[in-house]
């Protein structure tokens, strides 16, 4: 199956700073990467996705960054809210669009 | 669409009785995955359907969890006898070839 790593299992920001989540992945030949948000007590919610045509794609307030030739991923949170506090997830689903999940990392922001 | 649901939220129960986790899929999706959550393992990915057929379920611990899904608006994962180390979070989450939509989750505990 699909490896994901997290460099950082917790991030601590001050609320209005930038936040960066890091992930590796294995499977080079994975073409799909999705960030998912997990809320306390609830279930992971979709983010993001980018595909493996692309190196960078933005939403609102959220930018990942796709480094195909060292397989890392990156989560950009700009202007970083209590809201924000969360566990972040890249999945990168294999075949299929199985997503395969890492640790998460635990955003923690402080008022 | 109300989204992933999943019932019961809660479940308590003693160690050896059978527990049965529901699931209704969101409408229209064709893959529906079953996720295990705890501290020490994160997301497992313990099976999942494609057109209510089970392809992978390699994931699952034991032969005392089975999961059905006898058409595509429910599916079940039941744990027969349970025991207090298969106490986690469980969730159920459907897709449509892009994104996994996840329901709220069950907490199980078992004693």
């Known amino acids: 199956g699909e490896s994901v790593g997290l460099h950082l299992p917790t991030l601590s920001v001050q609320e209005g700073d930038n936040s960066i989540i890091n992930c590796a992945y294995s499977?080079?030949?994975?073409?799909?990467f999705i960030w998912y948000k997990q809320e306390s007590g609830k279930g992971p919610q979709f983010i993001i996705d980018i595909r493996s045509n692309m190196d960078k794609r933005q939403g609102q307030r959220v930018t990942v960054l796709l480094n195909k030739t060292v397989k890392h991923l990156s989560l950009q949170i700009a202007a970083t809210q209590p809201g924000d506090s969360a566990v972040y997830f890249c999945?990168?689903?294999?075949?299929?669009?199985?997503?395969?999940f890492g640790r998460g990392t635990s955003l923690i922001v402080h008022p | 669409d109300a989204g992933v649901i999943q019932s019961p939220r809660h479940e308590v129960t003693e160690m050896g009785q059978e527990v049965t986790l529901r699931c209704k899929p969101i409408?229209?999706?064709?893959?529906l995955f079953w996720y295990r959550q705890t501290m020490m393992r994160g997301l497992e990915l313990l099976i999942y359907?494609?057109?209510?057929?089970?392809?992978?379920d390699s994931g699952m611990p034991e032969d005392r969890f089975s999961a059905k899904m006898p058409n595509a608006s429910f599916s079940t994962l039941k744990i027969q006898p349970s025991e207090p180390r298969d106490s986690a979070v469980y969730f159920c989450?459907?897709?449509?070839?892009?994104?996994?939509?996840f329901g709220q989750g069950t907490r199980l505990t078992v004693v």
């Open positions: 499977n080079s030949a994975s073409d799909y």
């Open positions: 999945a990168v689903p294999g075949g299929s669009y199985i997503p395969t």
């Open positions: 409408s229209g999706h064709d893959y």
């Open positions: 359907f494609n057109n209510n057929v089970p392809i992978d």
């Open positions: 989450a459907s897709s449509m070839n892009s994104e996994a939509f």
